[in-house]
């Protein structure tokens, strides 16, 4: 039942009101149906939506795919100790093998290659930075490869708002967020490399399942668990270097990588988007928000909601059962609406300029490669270019089953020169009746199926 659930809803006291809602970065099928109906009106109700990023702004993400990449005329065979290149580039190999068996079914039906799937995430590996390679690392695993193609919530979440017409914006930038990541020194960056390698070869030698998998986060969440541990690391999207596997020796630098981590991407941010969020409130007065921040930002200290308590509002946390405002939707903003962007494989929009260039060379080699299958037979609208495969095709159709015939059917020598390459849609030349004119375009159509 939902109400004995715990829920990622708070609501601040004001007129319209505001919503905070927790989000985590897994397929929005796999938690839509265990989020109270209460949070949902609340999504539905709101004039204006927020996120961390404005993830359908296509400036937004080429600017996250950009600072991923080394500089120009660099590349990790330079930059990597050769033992670490090589353990990483057999890794990637072995999951690469390995991914054809990782697909579900469903993912198949949904005509999503695993060549495809691991080219959108790891095609240009060689071109990222050395920590943006530890998050792509951490990410390859048989439980994270089973949810890709299908939106992540706040993913999801924009799209929909798109969709019905509200407005959305951001409260932060790229560089706010990549800067960080980009600013840890070098040899922090190896030993989060070289741990998070360690840690797959080890499960992977001993065909242990990794702990902590996407399927954990999501069952931790639908069951409203407030553990500010669990989702910090999916907020900071930032592997757990503090566990079991790490030895005395690396400890202290273990802690000090992950208290970076904290500072930076947590405490730092939950301060700067508190900031934003008071100024939007405070600017726009009369307009209801909904903002959809990751669950790790309203969870442990120092949080999001603790800083609004500070700065003066009332926040209420909402159980699924609590009631909630209900505001007459505006009229001019319901009836708004926007061409949605499509996402043909759900979140694999995530890619470098580089690997996107790469993937739709692939796309055409394979639209090519498709475009000479059988057409469908729709309708007269059909361009005869079977002359291709046999150029006297034409002809010999004419010869067969006009000549036979009483009427006089295309018989000057205009019409036997263009019949080979003919729009056959009621431009055809005179016939004795309307009726003979269907029956000799129909036979002819239905003889150039047979010859294919």
């Not at 269907?438 to 150039?448: A, D, E, G, R």
Request: hydrophobic share 35%; proline share 5%; aromatic share 12%.
């Amino acid at each position: 039942m939902q109400s004995d659930l715990n829920s990622f809803l708070w609501l601040v006291d004001r007129d319209p009101p505001a919503y905070f809602f927790g989000t985590i970065h897994v397929p929005y099928k796999k938690v839509w149906d265990y989020i109270p109906e209460n949070s949902k009106q609340a999504f539905d109700q709101s004039e204006s939506v927020f996120f961390e990023l404005d993830l359908t702004n296509p400036y937004t993400i080429s600017a996250l795919a950009k600072c991923q990449l080394l500089p120009h005329g660099e590349n990790l065979s330079n930059v990597l100790p050769k033992d670490i290149y090589k353990r990483l580039k057999r890794h990637l190999e072995y999951v690469r093998v390995m991914m054809p068996l990782w697909m579900t079914a469903d993912q198949r039906g949904r005509g999503l290659y695993a060549d495809y799937l691991f080219d959108s995430i790891a095609g240009n590996w060689e071109r990222k930075r050395p920590v943006w390679v530890m998050l792509m690392v951490n990410s390859l695993t048989e439980s994270d490869i089973k949810s890709r193609g299908i939106p992540v919530l706040d993913l999801y979440l924009a799209q929909e708002a798109e969709r019905t017409g509200k407005i959305t914006g951001a409260v932060e930038r790229v560089d706010e967020q990549c800067v960080p990541l980009n600013e840890l020194n070098f040899s922090q960056v190896l030993f989060a490399l070289n741990q998070t390698l360690w840690q797959h070869e080890s499960y992977r030698q001993r065909k242990n399942a990794m702990p902590y998998t996407t399927d954990d986060l999501i069952q931790h969440y639908n069951c409203g668990d407030l553990n500010s541990i669990i989702f910090n690391h999916d907020t900071a999207q930032v592997p757990n270097l503090l566990n079991t596997s790490v030895g005395q020796a690396d400890v202290h630098m273990a802690k000090v990588i992950d208290d970076y981590f904290r500072i930076e991407l947590i405490d730092k941010r939950n301060q700067r988007m508190v900031e934003r969020v008071l100024m939007l409130l405070e600017r726009h007065p009369n307009t209801s928000f909904f903002f959809a921040f990751g669950a790790g930002h309203f969870l442990g200290n120092s949080t999001v909601i603790d800083r609004l308590r500070s700065a003066g509002l009332k926040v209420d946390h909402i159980q699924p059962a609590d009631p909630i405002p209900k505001l007459r939707i505006n009229k001019k903003h319901k009836n708004r609406r926007k061409k949605q962007k499509e996402y043909p494989f759900g979140d694999l929009w995530y890619l470098d300029p580089e690997t996107r260039m790469w993937l739709e060379k692939q796309q055409k080699r394979r639209r090519k490669k498709f475009s000479h299958r059988e057409k469908p037979f729709n309708d007269l609208w059909v361009r005869m270019d079977s002359h291709r495969r046999r150029p006297n095709l034409m002809r010999q159709l004419a010869e067969e089953h006009y000549y036979n015939s009483k009427a006089v059917v295309w018989t000057t020598p205009k019409y036997q020169a263009n019949i080979q390459n003919t729009w056959y849609h009621g431009g055809a030349p005179p016939l004795q009746s309307q009726v003979t004119r269907l029956t000799v375009m129909i036979i002819c159509l239905l003889k150039v199926l047979d010859y294919h």
